[in-house]
């Protein structure tokens, strides 16, 4: 058996060629994502006709990620930040003049818009979640698209972490209350009445999601009240009481798009009224349940397109034509167009026309079991063409640490795969998707039972037979970053290298550091699970369980890799950890690039990365890498 064709870094990093179409409201457009001048930005195309396409941003310093069509069609809303530092600003783009410039709509210094929604027969405003007042508290506004001009509707009181506005100018809060609950209020000319108080320890990132009705009378959210799992209610905003809209028997609601709005929502929605029509859910594989009879056609319909898992979607307003894109593990991404009147449908773009599905790795669900008996939800990753037996094996550790790994596309796990590594991603406790009980199973466990899981699931892979005990990295980014300095200083012989990628060596540090806004909603995660760095004895704890503390039983290879713009995990995390390991003569690799933040976006400095990390890994386990390099 041999290595499959050797994808070069570059060709797994390089950006899309085509990249998250969306249909324009009248259904005439797309626009979507492409390179200009090596950067993603935002282009327009005509469905009906072989015009060419036009770019309608001109970012040149970085990708441009999110954006969406306004419901007046003239009109395309951006974000982006300055160089990582996620202060967001947003953007308008005025489609019926070429020559206009991009207008920032929210031209303040030091500010961030935190989420921006189009209100529902209101096409010519745009809500914005703003914090040029105070920074570390983000009020509602409204601004008009045409003018700029911003009207605030609501000023936070300094506990409120969302807003909503309902249609007839009704606005309700989310924040916490003094005991650390989740609290839903109505916002009444300054002052905030209660509707429904959430057990905050039962949702460390909050209600997700929430989402107003059409008519204002309710909101649609996950809810995990008196029960394990988290299922879509209906929420009386005039009584405060739930009743279920629809659940899954043993999936939980996927809340990933509340977190990371790059990610499809969990609520599908009708694009002209925005009644509710779908609902995903997402165990080893998604699970969509249409809830709406017409929607419930297209998605019979559109789930002939693919092998894949459907990803975003978006219809015109009539509900006819549709594009959509798919999840898949070794062919991302790919984008459909869709007429429900007339069946016609046709394949917009593959991303990534360079990588061959047949030479890139399945992606295979397993589970393992932990010393304790929990089942831990996991993905492993075989190279194709080899033996899987006695491998070099990187155990991927995932950030959050409330988030989850999920069957889909990853260039990393493509790329050690091509080189010849397995590649393990274990669901620890503490990830999210799989009821509360396994989230709240992490409460003061990091370096402990969390750590334990990553250790258990290593030796999994070596009882099967996949990894060779002797060869196995671990890799992470932010918690998982953590996680890789946990590895090899509390378990320094179980591997052969590390990669710490943005992330945390000092818990009470990185609590100290966290932006302002941040800090008011910590208490029923970074708080509740690892401590309050304020408390002498839960600062103790903290360090006890810092890999900056133990920084003398480093031996392990270590490769650390930084953003200097990076507001989440400082600079510091990084260089102090450095600093101590030179002043003791160990071996380690430091890359930090000036231009990024939480992770590297920018391609050329992806590519450096991973080239470093290539040269790397097969220094220190043995797998192939670039032959030109």
């Given at each position: 058996?041999?290595?499959?064709?050797?994808i070069?870094?570059?060709d797994?990093?390089?950006?899309?060629?085509?990249?998250?179409?969306?249909?324009?409201?009248?259904?005439?457009?797309?626009?979507?994502?492409?390179?200009?001048?090596?950067?993603?930005?935002?282009?327009?195309?005509?469905?009906?006709?072989?015009?060419?396409?036009?770019?309608?941003?001109?970012?040149?310093?970085?990708?441009?990620?999110?954006?969406?069509?306004?419901?007046?069609?003239?009109?395309?809303?951006?974000?982006?930040?300055n160089?990582?530092?996620?202060?967001?600003?947003?953007?308008?783009?005025?489609?019926?003049?070429?020559?206009?410039?991009?207008?920032?709509?929210?031209?303040?210094?030091?500010?961030?818009?935190?989420?921006?929604?189009l209100?529902?027969?209101?096409?010519e405003?745009?809500?914005?979640?703003l914090?040029?007042?105070?920074?570390?508290?983000?009020d509602?506004?409204?601004?008009?698209?045409?003018?700029?001009?911003?009207?605030?509707?609501?000023?936070n009181?300094?506990?409120?972490?969302?807003?909503?506005?309902g249609?007839?100018?009704?606005?309700?809060?989310?924040?916490?209350?003094?005991?650390?609950?989740?609290?839903?209020?109505?916002?009444?000319?300054?002052?905030?009445h209660?509707?429904?108080?959430?057990?905050?320890?039962?949702?460390?990132?909050?209600?997700?999601?929430?989402?107003?009705?059409?008519?204002?009378?309710?909101?649609w959210?996950?809810?995990?009240?008196?029960?394990?799992?988290?299922r879509?209610?209906?929420?009386?905003?005039a009584?405060?009481?739930?009743?279920e809209?629809?659940?899954?028997?043993?999936?939980?609601?996927?809340?990933?798009?509340?977190?990371?709005?790059?990610?499809?929502?969990?609520?599908i929605?009708?694009?002209?009224?925005?009644?509710?029509?779908?609902?995903?859910?997402?165990?080893?594989?998604?699970?969509?349940?249409?809830l709406?009879?017409?929607?419930?056609?297209?998605?019979?319909?559109?789930?002939?397109?693919?092998?894949?898992?459907?990803?975003?979607?978006?219809?015109?307003?009539?509900?006819?034509?549709?594009?959509?894109?798919?999840?898949?593990?070794?062919?991302?991404?790919?984008?459909?167009?869709?007429?429900?009147?007339?069946?016609?449908?046709?394949?917009?773009?593959?991303?990534?026309?360079?990588?061959?599905?047949?030479?890139?790795?399945?992606?295979?669900?397993?589970?393992?079991?932990?010393?304790d008996?929990?089942s831990?939800?996991?993905?492993?990753?075989?190279?194709?063409?080899i033996?899987?037996?006695?491998?070099?094996?990187?155990?991927?550790?995932?950030?959050?640490?409330?988030?989850?790994?999920?069957?889909?596309?990853?260039?990393?796990?493509?790329?050690?795969?091509?080189?010849?590594?397995?590649?393990?991603?274990?669901?620890?406790?503490?990830?999210?998707?799989?009821?509360?009980?396994?989230?709240?199973?992490a409460?003061?466990?990091?370096?402990?039972?969390?750590?334990?899981?990553?250790?258990?699931?290593?030796?999994?892979?070596?009882?099967?037979?996949?990894?060779?005990?002797?060869?196995?990295?671990?890799?992470?980014g932010?918690?998982?970053?953590?996680?890789a300095?946990?590895?090899v200083?509390?378990?320094?012989?179980?591997?052969?290298?590390?990669?710490?990628?943005?992330?945390?060596?000092?818990?009470?540090?990185f609590?100290?550091?966290?932006?302002?806004?941040?800090?008011?909603?910590t208490?029923?995660?970074?708080?509740?699970?690892?401590?309050?760095?304020?408390d002498?004895?839960?600062?103790?704890?903290?360090?006890?369980?810092?890999?900056?503390?133990?920084?003398?039983?480093?031996?392990?290879?270590l490769?650390?890799?930084?953003?200097?713009?990076d507001?989440?995990?400082?600079?510091?995390?990084?260089?102090?950890?450095?600093e101590?390991?030179?002043?003791?003569?160990?071996?380690?690799?430091?890359?930090?690039?000036?231009?990024?933040?939480?992770?590297f976006?920018?391609?050329?400095?992806?590519?450096?990365l991973?080239?470093?990390?290539?040269?790397?890994?097969?220094?220190?386990?043995?797998?192939?890498?670039?032959?030109?390099?």
């Amino acid at each position: 058996m041999a290595l499959p064709e050797f994808i070069s870094v570059e060709d797994f990093f390089k950006p899309p060629v085509s990249a998250a179409p969306s249909i324009s409201p009248d259904g005439t457009r797309i626009a979507y994502l492409a390179p200009r001048k090596d950067r993603l930005n935002v282009w327009v195309q005509d469905l009906d006709s072989d015009t060419e396409a036009r770019c309608v941003t001109a970012d040149e310093h970085r990708n441009v990620y999110n954006f969406r069509w306004t419901d007046d069609p003239r009109w395309l809303l951006y974000t982006q930040d300055n160089g990582g530092d996620e202060q967001w600003h947003l953007y308008r783009v005025d489609l019926d003049d070429p020559n206009a410039a991009v207008l920032d709509l929210t031209p303040f210094p030091r500010t961030a818009v935190i989420d921006f929604e189009l209100p529902a027969g209101r096409p010519e405003k745009v809500l914005v979640q703003l914090n040029n007042r105070k920074v570390e508290a983000f009020d509602l506004c409204e601004i008009d698209l045409a003018t700029g001009g911003l009207t605030v509707l609501a000023e936070n009181p300094g506990h409120i972490g969302a807003w909503m506005c309902g249609p007839g100018g009704e606005v309700f809060g989310r924040g916490l209350t003094a005991t650390g609950d989740i609290e839903l209020s109505r916002w009444d000319a300054g002052t905030l009445h209660p509707i429904a108080v959430f057990d905050g320890a039962d949702y460390p990132m909050g209600v997700l999601p929430v989402r107003l009705t059409p008519d204002g009378t309710g909101v649609w959210l996950g809810s995990n009240r008196g029960t394990d799992r988290t299922r879509l209610v209906r929420l009386d905003l005039a009584t405060g009481q739930e009743s279920e809209a629809d659940s899954h028997p043993t999936f939980d609601l996927d809340t990933r798009g509340a977190v990371i709005p790059t990610l499809p929502s969990p609520l599908i929605l009708d694009r002209r009224t925005g009644a509710l029509i779908g609902a995903r859910y997402l165990g080893e594989r998604q699970v969509i349940h249409a809830l709406d009879p017409n929607f419930a056609a297209v998605l019979a319909n559109l789930q002939k397109l693919s092998e894949g898992d459907l990803a975003a979607v978006s219809a015109d307003r009539t509900g006819q034509r549709w594009v959509v894109t798919f999840t898949h593990d070794r062919d991302p991404e790919v984008a459909y167009y869709y007429d429900h009147s007339t069946g016609e449908s046709r394949l917009l773009f593959r991303p990534f026309p360079q990588l061959n599905p047949e030479s890139l790795a399945p992606m295979t669900p397993v589970t393992i079991p932990a010393r304790d008996g929990l089942s831990l939800p996991s993905y492993l990753t075989l190279p194709v063409g080899i033996e899987p037996s006695g491998l070099p094996m990187v155990l991927m550790v995932h950030g959050g640490p409330w988030l989850r790994d999920s069957w889909d596309f990853d260039p990393t796990v493509q790329l050690f795969a091509n080189r010849g590594y397995a590649v393990l991603q274990v669901n620890y406790r503490g990830s999210t998707g799989y009821g509360k009980a396994f989230v709240k199973a992490a409460i003061k466990q990091f370096a402990g039972e969390m750590h334990d899981d990553l250790i258990d699931a290593v030796q999994w892979a070596v009882d099967q037979g996949y990894a060779d005990p002797a060869r196995v990295a671990i890799f992470g980014g932010s918690y998982g970053g953590y996680s890789a300095l946990v590895g090899v200083t509390f378990t320094p012989d179980v591997f052969a290298a590390a990669i710490d990628y943005v992330g945390i060596s000092n818990l009470a540090n990185f609590l100290r550091t966290i932006p302002a806004y941040s800090k008011p909603h910590t208490a029923n995660n970074w708080q509740l699970f690892v401590g309050d760095p304020d408390d002498p004895a839960q600062e103790a704890d903290m360090l006890a369980r810092s890999p900056i503390t133990h920084v003398d039983r480093i031996h392990t290879p270590l490769l650390v890799v930084q953003g200097a713009n990076d507001i989440r995990v400082v600079r510091a995390e990084s260089d102090n950890l450095v600093e101590a390991l030179r002043q003791r003569g160990a071996e380690v690799e430091y890359l930090v690039k000036d231009n990024e933040g939480h992770g590297f976006a920018n391609p050329e400095n992806q590519i450096e990365l991973f080239h470093t990390i290539e040269r790397f890994l097969a220094r220190h386990l043995g797998g192939r890498e670039s032959p030109t390099r």
